[in-house]
Every structure is written in C-alpha cells, then in structure tokens.
C-alpha cells in the first residue's frame, strides 16, 4: 500500500515531533497569558487541601495546562465552524446562569429548555445580551445541564441554526464540541472571569466582553446582506 493514504501517513519521528511541537505551544502560551493564569497554580494548591468531597473537586482542580488547551480549542472550534455559523438563518445565544448571579431579584422564568430572561435589570449582562439578540434578530436563553437536549430542540424548531456560547473556558470548548456532536455549527465568546460557585465561595457575576458577541452577530449578519 505504499502511496496510498487517504488522510495522513506517519513516519517514525511524528511522536517526538509532535511532542516537541506541543512543548513548545506549553512554553509560549504560558509565556504569552502569563498574567491571564497567573492565579491558576495557587487556586488548585487550595482545592488540593480539601476533603474531596465536592461534586466538582476535580474540576476544580484543573491545572494550567488544561486551561489552555481548552482556550486553543474554543478557537480552532470557532474558526472552524465559522463559514458554516454565517450560513445558518438563525441564530441561538446560550448564556450561562452566572451572568445573573450578582441580581438575586432576578426574574428570569424557568422553562424546559431553558430560563428565559425577562430584562429586569438594566446593569444586568444578560440584559444587554437580549438587547443585542433582538437587534440581529437572534434568540437568548440560559443554559441547560442537558445542553444537547437544549440545542437539539431549538435546532429542530428552527430546522436551520447556528449557536453562539457565552462559557467559562472550561466550558466553552465541551460546549462546541455538544454542538458539533449533533451537527450544530457553534461560535463562542469566553467569559472574562468566572464568579460562579464552581470557583468562589461567596459567588457573584461574571462579566464577558459584549463587542465580541457583537461582532459575531454583525459578521453573520453581514455575511447573509452580502449573499442576498
């Protein structure tokens, strides 16, 4: 069968380049969000003097180098699923429950597939999140642990939809791959901390970057006048 591969074909020394590639990508990314993980070493020497006991401890304990393989993966997810996102005709964004934590008055209604949310605060991020979904002409929701119930669903009544996911970084890039699992294509946007229970004892609202999820709105919106 020699010549004939109909993907790849691997020589002897791909393991120890592929090593040595994924060394150097450990040593340059640390280097480069130096200051982005700073807290992350001592944050897991805490967790590992604890009793274990927690549902989350081995999340909790996540080390650096996980953190950032899942920060690359968000990104090779999302430009991969890109042209395929713009194509879509309509669009979901999910938001994590977190981006309300800060608002115990919150309104929000409880559904099946996901809390919506009623727009009680105006200094709420979920509320600028909903003000954006009706610009473009998009749905928000909060998430669901069922995730691939909760995208399936929206997917089946749309019978054409991309997603857009507002998620921590260890937990944006599982969420894409849910969404690439049932043939959704999936964009993100990373939180730009996490305030949630997983990481803080008294917990309080996270907070992302909503220019990034604008952009992603108007390039698909930009995309389709274009393309009509």
């Known amino acids: 069968m020699t010549g004939n591969y109909p ?27 130096e200051k982005e993980f700073h807290n992350i070493d001592s944050f897991v020497c805490t967790v590992l003097n604890e009793s274990g006991e927690r549902g989350d401890h ?8 996980l953190y950032l393989l899942e920060a690359i993966s968000f990104k090779i997810y999302d430009e991969l699923n890109r042209d ?4 879509a005709k309509d669009t979901l964004i999910i938001m994590p429950d977190c ?13 099946e ?7 009680c605060k105006v200094t709420c991020p979920a509320h600028k999140i909903i003000e954006l979904a009706t610009k473009y002409k998009a749905k928000a929701i909060f998430s ?10 929206f997917s089946d009544k749309s019978g054409d939809m991309g997603v857009i996911g507002i ?19 999936a964009r993100g946007v990373l939180l730009n ?28 919106q930009d995309a389709r006048n274009k393309n009509t």
């Open 7 to 33: 993907t790849y074909n691997l020589n002897d020394n791909f393991d120890g380049k592929l090593s040595e590639f994924v060394d150097d990508i450990f040593q340059k990314g640390f280097n480069k969000f």
């Open 58 to 65: 081995n999340l909790r304990l996540s080390s650096k180098k």
């Open 84 to 87: 395929d996102f713009n194509k």
């Open 99 to 111: 981006l309300s934590v800060h608002n115990p008055e919150c309104e929000k209604v409880e559904t």
């Open 113 to 119: 597939y996901g809390d919506v949310c009623k727009r």
């Open 144 to 153: 669901k642990r069922k995730l691939t119930e909760q995208i399936k669903y």
């Open 167 to 185: 998620a921590c970084i260890m937990m944006l890039a599982m969420g894409m791959r849910t969404a690439q699992e049932i043939s959704i294509p």
């Open 193 to 220: 901390y996490t305030g949630c229970d997983h990481w803080n004892d008294k917990p309080f609202g996270s907070d992302f970057t909503i220019s990034s999820l604008e952009s992603i709105l108007k390039e698909k």
